[in-house]
């Protein structure tokens, strides 16, 4: 049974910082783009970063520069560092798998609220 499991959330004051983190389980983790998606209260969940099995990184131009996104392939972790924490990146935080041709799947959320 494929499951993402996110962690990680938490309170953090306006430039701080937090690590999410996402375990997956799900076979052939490696073909997978893995991502990172948030929510905020009212608006569209948006994309925030993905990683290729190979590697290769997309980010929103909102976090560039502040977030960073890695993968253990061994593991089957994806880390998303994120600093210098601003209110605006307070919304729920969600995993995300997907591959060519096959069923996306999509983690159950982890909450990460930025405030003084």
């Known amino acids: 049974q494929v499951q993402l499991v996110e962690s990680g959330g938490g309170l953090v004051q306006p430039g701080g910082s937090l690590t999410l983190s996402c375990a997956a389980t799900?076979?052939?983790?490696?073909?997978?783009?893995m991502g990172w998606y948030r929510q905020a209260p009212g608006k569209q969940r948006e994309l925030v970063a993905t990683i290729t099995g190979g590697g290769s990184t997309n980010y929103a131009d909102s976090v560039k520069g502040r977030f960073t996104i890695s993968r253990d392939n061994a593991k089957k972790t994806v880390p998303l560092q994120m600093n210098s924490l601003k209110p605006e990146d307070t919304a729920v935080y969600y995993c995300k798998a997907d591959r060519p041709s096959t069923q996306n799947y999509w983690g159950q959320g982890t909450q990460v609220t930025v405030s003084s």
């Open positions: 799900i076979p052939f983790f490696s073909l997978y783009r």
